[in-house]
């Protein structure tokens, strides 16, 4: 998973579902630039946010959600310190009393990131809007100014896009339409700052497919040229270097897995935020699985676990089933063609097995490759799901260039229950 990668799942995550472009007009500021956090009901939040996500510390990132952010938890929170390194802030791009941009660059590298951060009107005052865009190293907002034959070219590119590949044809024409509809009205003039005019562009999209793995990003660095691959092929190797820093970092969060315990009365708990590669993190995940192998039921917590590899999905899955199972099919709208994914023939380690009972705890946290895996635990009755709904994102996507700086993930497939 490389750093634009975390970027965007910490994104989903941490991101409400308030809508940034109806909340503040999105005007070129007309302040000069500053670099002191505002003392406003949205600056101090934002001063709060860092100090305790700078600290690392689990008990002051507790507090301050139980001050501001009440729904969430600190865990991909302080996987995202560990990756970064924490914050330095560099400038406050525009300020109200409820809403601040801002730029940050982190310690661990000289990767700059746009931030955006909202808070309520009513009392107690609560962050509804907390979002991060990577830049780049040392890029600056000044590389985030578009004009109007950008935004243009991005409505007409994302909205040709969506036609060609969006798994739902319907659903694709009525985004184009409406993303040209609200053009031509001139709804977008103001918006000369790529990220922002990304997150209304994202938020329009949303009121219409509902499906948050579709998203429009800016890069303030030149976009290498679209991938001409046929749908479905595997990507090119990673680099040496970037393979190191993968494994260094996996290393480092664990692949992800949180605990695993036995519980009270032999029950297994297994928490993983994460489904990370299975090649470099499938001995992580066999010792978890094996130690709870012997538990008499097992809690597999899904509740802050934002998806990944659907290889090791599967790994995880052939853990919980004594023989080769039909997890689900994926049709492809592109290629009109199905293809099955199943369970492992044999697996390193004990295996749970398939009669004792499993409980996967969910939240609207749980997305992509976790709603996937709970998905199919639940449609082949192996498990009884517990909580909330899920985030919302289960149809795998894959990233299209509209342009040199404009990119769309674009969801391209859907599950098929086998049963």
């Known amino acids: 998973m490389n750093r634009a990668t975390y970027y965007f ?40 946010w860092l100090d305790a996500f700078n600290s690392g510390d689990t008990a002051r990132l507790d507090a301050y959600h139980r001050r501001f952010e009440p729904d969430m938890t600190v ?13 330095d802030l560099l400038t406050i791009e525009r300020s109200e009393p409820r809403h601040v941009e801002f730029t940050v660059r982190e310690r661990n590298s000289p990767t700059t990131a746009y931030g955006v951060l909202d808070v309520s009107s009513a009392e107690p005052v609560r962050v509804t809007t907390r979002r991060l865009h990577v830049m780049g190293p040392n890029a600056s907002a000044a590389a985030l100014r578009i004009d109007a034959v950008a935004r243009a070219r991005a409505v007409a590119g994302a909205a040709a896009l969506l036609d060609t590949f969006y798994v739902f044809p319907d659903v694709a024409k009525r985004m184009g339409d409406s993303l040209r509809a609200r053009l031509a009205r001139k709804e977008y003039d103001s918006y000369a700052n790529g990220v922002m005019f990304a ?3 994202n938020d329009d999209l949303a009121e219409i497919a509902h499906d948050k793995h579709l998203r429009v990003n800016y890069s303030a660095r030149l976009l290498p040229p679209e991938d001409t691959r046929p749908v479905g092929a595997p990507p090119p190797a990673p680099s040496p270097e ?3 820093r993968e494994r260094e970092f996996l290393d480092r969060i664990n692949c992800g897995f949180v605990r695993a315990e036995q519980l009270p009365g032999n029950v297994g708990y297994l928490k993983f935020n994460m489904f990370a590669d299975v090649d470099l993190c499938a001995t992580t995940a066999s010792a978890a699985m094996t130690f709870l192998a012997g538990t008499r039921a097992l809690i597999i917590d899904m509740r802050e676990n934002g998806g990944g ?6 790994f995880v899955s052939s853990y919980l089933f004594d023989r080769r199972t039909h997890l689900n099919d994926l049709w492809t709208r592109r290629t009109g063609k199905t293809e099955e994914f199943w369970t492992r023939d044999s697996v390193p380690g004990r295996r749970f097995g398939g009669v004792k009972p499993v409980y996967v705890l969910t939240s ?23 909580g909330e709904t899920t985030g919302g994102g289960a149809h795998p996507v894959a990233g299209h260039r509209i342009d040199e700086h404009f990119m769309i993930g674009v969801p391209y497939a859907r599950a098929i229950n086998p049963i």
Not at 309 to 314: I, K, L, R, Y
Not at 369 to 378: H, M
């Open 364 to 386: 609207a946290r749980t997305f992509s490759g976790a709603e996937e895996f709970t998905y199919n635990l639940k449609n082949l009755k192996r498990a009884t799901i517990v």
């Open 75 to 87: 865990g991909d929170e302080l996987a995202f310190r560990e990756q970064t390194g924490g914050f």
């Open 199 to 201: 997150m209304r562009l």
């Open 242 to 244: 970037d393979q190191a």
């Open 309 to 314: 590899s659907p290889g090791m999905v599967a």
């Open 9 to 48: 799942l910490w994104l989903i995550v941490i991101a409400s579902t308030s809508p940034i472009g109806a909340q503040v007009p999105a005007t070129t500021p007309t302040q000069p630039v500053v670099t002191a956090i505002p003392k406003t009901p949205a600056g101090e939040a934002l001063r709060a």
